[in-house]
């Protein structure tokens, strides 16, 4: 939906550079949750937030950062980047913590 | 551990024929259920969902079937069309009745479901 979306949609960069994905929405959704998705793994949460400054780790955070100092953005940080992250990045939101969640279109990550 | 398994990486169906998709869980904590669809290069889009109260719900063409007994989930499409080929991931949750919840789902790995003209 266009209510979320991501930047970039693709990038390539070098091991070891740190690495900032954006998601912002423009829904007023207090939940949002950065997932990576991989081949034959579905999607896995690597990070949610549950409010401006609240936020807490997943089932794959390792070498994985996030901040929210607004509602609407969701940044995911890379502090060095290695070839395990090339994937796939989503964010998602959601209005409660028991509703359905909408997905942005996606960042495609290389890290060659 | 995989506490979302959809076993059929793959599925094929005819058009107007029936499309159902499997899903099984291990938490019996899971108590509200999702599906997602999935086209190349977009995001997953929210389909259907059901509580652990029902073991039935309907949207059009789209019905989702809960047997807790047997923490199984299935999706059925009926009937099918070929604008309906895509990935499809079962997803499932906690309800946030503890507090801490705060609507972390576990997702499945997928099933690809073509339908043939």
């Known amino acids: 939906d266009a209510g979320i979306t991501q930047s970039p949609r693709h990038k390539v960069t070098e091991t070891g550079t740190p690495v900032t994905l954006r998601c912002h929405q423009t829904e007023n959704h207090r939940y949002m949750y950065w997932y990576r998705q991989d081949p034959g793994h579905g999607l896995r949460l690597i990070h949610y937030s549950y409010g401006v400054k609240d936020t807490d780790k997943g089932e794959v955070s390792d070498g994985y950062s996030v901040s929210r100092s607004k509602t609407e953005d969701f940044l995911l940080t890379l502090e060095s980047a290695t070839s395990s992250q090339t994937s796939v990045y989503f964010c998602?939101?959601?209005?409660?913590?028991?509703?359905?969640?909408?997905f942005g279109p996606g960042t495609r990550l290389t890290v060659t | 551990d995989q506490q979302v398994k959809q076993n059929s990486p793959s599925l094929s169906v005819q058009e107007g024929r029936i499309s159902i998709l499997n899903c099984d869980y291990t938490n019996s904590m899971f108590d509200y259920f999702l599906w997602y669809k999935k086209y190349p290069a977009e995001g997953p889009t929210f389909l259907i969902s059901i509580s652990s109260i029902k073991d039935k719900n309907e949207d059009g063409r789209f019905t989702v079937f809960l047997n807790k007994s047997a923490k199984h989930l299935s999706l059925h499409i009926v009937p099918s069309q070929p604008g309906d080929s895509a990935v499809y991931f079962c997803?499932?949750?906690?309800?946030?009745?503890?507090?801490?919840?705060?609507?972390?789902?576990?997702f499945g790995q997928g099933t690809i479901l073509t339908v043939h003209p």
């Open positions: 997803a499932a949750g906690v309800s946030n009745a503890g507090g801490t919840s705060y609507g972390k789902l576990t």
């Open positions: 998602a939101m959601s209005l409660t913590s028991s509703a359905e969640q909408y």
